[in-house]
């Protein structure tokens, strides 16, 4: 005997007891059920008409109908916003020893919750999983979602330490592999991402970074949206060292970037930006802030990487003529957050340029007395152009930064990394030998990037690390 649910349109539905004839196809596929209850839709020629016939098994039909008939009573309830009542009606169900299918024990939670009464949806959440050892993660998430944070805080606090003991208990690999239980670490992710942003906003920020740092243990299921979710969290509350320990565990968990994590990364660091003055001397230099300054030769590309740090393509001009960067150009960062402001600086491009000797003789001496005597300069970023690897004029340069004060601000940044043939590590190994032939006295940091692919600039972010986290920094510095 089977229960058969007949629609002819979706508001007119009844119920046969006794069996209809099926199409043979139908028949032999019913045969085959082994699970509670059969989805199955198909057309079976009753009369002179179609039908759309979904048919349930035998063993669950008394419960299924059942099911339904709660069901339908809950949802009218609910929309009377009568959500005390439909608790009382399911809880009522439950505690008269009548089965439940899971699939309604969890739409009647959310619904609860949803429905402003996540209290109700928890306590009936707590009556399904009565042990203390029985959790359902994602149900709690769920709730916890919908919670009003002020009217029921005891309630958020409960189900943060049901989700800790949770990952406590159920992931304790340091190292899972890839063939564990996908399911099971999905939500972990996720897990740990809620808390992330819970412990932020309570201003515990050790204990938010715990969580950031425990999702390296599970690399395999945190991805592109996990990171770019976690830079949203940080960003909106302005904790930098959330920014720098997501960037971190997203290196370690070799993710990828897309267009969001670049906008996102810019954003967080960079509020505002604006161009400041095109000082031509020493003498005309504006008044010091902490200053990260790009130089490389004709055409490297650092108006373009300027840009691409800030995720802004108009902030710095760009041309394909070389030369045309012909001063010292300064870029105020956070201009109206004092203890987060600094200098980006855009020098004279050195080497070829289609200007008399004595002007490209004048950049040279700007570009020396600036690195030589500009105490505040913080961070100097040297670009290299990777397609053609160290030209003579780099090889001069550098020959005078080893016997300059700055070298233990050297940082070597590879442009133009999409024109390579050869790998990246390759190039950075080349690159770092020949600095070690030229006489640098330690191993070079070295960041490749890419303007035209627009990746590298968080490698940019974590050598400003020092620099924006250093509290000394928004006290004023000696020029």
Same mark, same amino acid.
């Given at each position: 005997?089977?229960?058969?649910?007949?629609f002819?349109?979706?508001? @007119?539905?009844?119920? #046969?007891w006794?069996?209809?004839v099926l +199409?043979?196809f139908?028949?032999?596929?019913?045969?085959?059920?082994?699970y509670?209850?059969?989805?199955?839709?198909?057309r079976?020629?009753?009369?002179?008409r179609?039908?759309?016939?979904?048919?349930?098994?035998?063993?669950?039909?008394?419960?299924?109908?059942?099911d339904?008939?709660?069901?339908q009573?809950?949802?009218?309830l609910?929309?009377?916003?009568?959500? &005390?009542k /439909?608790?009382?009606l399911?809880?009522s169900?439950?505690?008269?020893?009548?089965q #439940?299918?899971?699939?309604?024990?969890?739409?009647?939670?959310k619904?609860?919750?949803? %429905?402003g009464?996540?209290?109700? =949806?928890?306590?009936l959440y707590r %009556?399904?999983?009565?042990t203390?050892?029985?959790?359902?993660?994602?149900?709690l998430?769920?709730i916890?979602?919908?919670?009003?944070r002020?009217q029921?805080?005891?309630?958020?606090?409960r189900?943060i330490?049901?989700l800790?003991?949770?990952?406590?208990?159920s992931?304790?690999?340091?190292?899972? $592999?890839?063939?564990e239980?996908?399911?099971?670490?999905?939500?972990?992710?996720q897990?740990?991402?809620?808390l992330?942003s819970?412990?932020i906003?309570?201003?515990?920020?050790a204990?938010?970074?715990?969580?950031?740092y425990?999702?390296?243990?599970?690399?395999p299921?945190?991805?592109t949206?996990?990171?770019?979710k *976690?830079?949203?969290?940080?960003?909106k509350?302005?904790?930098?060292?959330?920014?720098? /320990?997501?960037?971190?565990m997203?290196k370690?968990?070799?993710? @990828?970037?897309?267009?969001?994590?670049?906008?996102l990364?810019? =954003? /967080?660091?960079?509020?505002?930006?604006?161009?400041?003055?095109? @000082?031509?001397s020493?003498?005309?230099?504006?008044?010091p802030?902490p200053e990260?300054?790009f130089v490389?030769?004709s055409?490297?590309?650092?108006s373009?990487?300027?840009?691409l *740090?800030?995720n802004?393509?108009?902030i710095?001009?760009t041309?394909?003529t +070389?030369?045309?960067?012909q001063?010292?150009?300064?870029?105020?960062?956070?201009?109206s957050?004092?203890?987060?402001?600094?200098?980006l600086?855009?020098?004279?491009?050195?080497g070829?340029?289609?200007v008399s000797?004595?002007?490209?003789?004048?950049?040279?001496?700007?570009?020396?007395?600036?690195?030589?005597?500009?105490?505040?300069l913080?961070?100097?970023?040297?670009?290299i152009d %990777? $397609?053609?690897?160290l030209?003579?004029e780099? &090889?001069?340069?550098?020959?005078?930064l080893?016997?300059?004060n700055?070298?233990?601000?050297?940082? %070597?940044?590879?442009?133009?990394?999409?024109?390579?043939?050869? $790998?990246k590590?390759?190039?950075?190994?080349?690159?770092?030998?020949e600095l070690?032939a030229l006489g640098?006295?330690?191993?070079?940091?070295?960041?490749?990037?890419?303007?035209k692919q627009?990746?590298?600039s968080?490698?940019?972010?974590?050598?400003?690390k020092?620099?924006l986290?250093?509290?000394?920094? $928004?006290? &004023? +510095?000696? @020029?």
């Amino acid at each position: 005997m089977r229960i058969v649910k007949i629609f002819r349109r979706m508001e @007119a539905t009844c119920f #046969l007891w006794k069996p209809v004839v099926l +199409p043979t196809f139908t028949k032999g596929l019913l045969d085959r059920v082994s699970y509670r209850q059969c989805n199955l839709l198909s057309r079976s020629h009753v009369g002179s008409r179609y039908y759309r016939i979904q048919v349930f098994c035998s063993n669950s039909s008394s419960t299924s109908s059942k099911d339904e008939i709660l069901d339908q009573r809950f949802l009218q309830l609910l929309k009377q916003n009568a959500t &005390r009542k /439909a608790y009382d009606l399911v809880l009522s169900h439950v505690s008269s020893g009548e089965q #439940l299918e899971e699939s309604f024990r969890r739409k009647f939670i959310k619904k609860l919750s949803s %429905a402003g009464r996540a209290d109700l =949806g928890y306590e009936l959440y707590r %009556a399904f999983f009565s042990t203390s050892e029985s959790c359902d993660p994602t149900l709690l998430l769920s709730i916890w979602k919908t919670v009003d944070r002020q009217q029921h805080s005891p309630l958020v606090e409960r189900i943060i330490e049901e989700l800790e003991g949770w990952l406590n208990s159920s992931l304790k690999e340091e190292s899972p $592999s890839a063939s564990e239980e996908d399911g099971k670490y999905s939500v972990g992710v996720q897990v740990c991402v809620q808390l992330c942003s819970y412990y932020i906003q309570q201003g515990n920020v050790a204990r938010s970074l715990s969580y950031v740092y425990r999702l390296q243990s599970m690399k395999p299921w945190v991805n592109t949206s996990t990171v770019n979710k *976690l830079l949203s969290i940080y960003s909106k509350a302005k904790c930098l060292q959330g920014l720098y /320990a997501t960037i971190e565990m997203k290196k370690r968990c070799n993710i @990828a970037s897309d267009s969001d994590t670049n906008t996102l990364l810019a =954003g /967080a660091f960079v509020k505002e930006i604006h161009f400041v003055t095109g @000082a031509v001397s020493m003498e005309t230099l504006p008044k010091p802030l902490p200053e990260v300054a790009f130089v490389g030769k004709s055409n490297v590309g650092k108006s373009s990487l300027l840009n691409l *740090l800030v995720n802004n393509y108009s902030i710095a001009y760009t041309s394909k003529t +070389p030369g045309k960067t012909q001063q010292l150009n300064y870029f105020i960062v956070n201009r109206s957050q004092e203890d987060k402001k600094f200098f980006l600086v855009d020098l004279p491009g050195y080497g070829y340029a289609r200007v008399s000797k004595e002007m490209r003789d004048k950049w040279v001496d700007l570009i020396r007395d600036y690195l030589e005597h500009r105490k505040c300069l913080k961070v100097l970023f040297h670009l290299i152009d %990777a $397609s053609q690897g160290l030209s003579q004029e780099d &090889r001069y340069f550098i020959e005078f930064l080893l016997t300059s004060n700055v070298l233990d601000r050297y940082h %070597a940044v590879l442009t133009k990394m999409d024109k390579c043939t050869k $790998s990246k590590d390759v190039i950075v190994k080349s690159i770092q030998s020949e600095l070690v032939a030229l006489g640098f006295p330690f191993e070079v940091v070295i960041i490749p990037t890419s303007v035209k692919q627009r990746w590298g600039s968080e490698d940019l972010w974590l050598a400003l690390k020092p620099l924006l986290l250093d509290k000394k920094s $928004s006290s &004023r +510095p000696s @020029a």
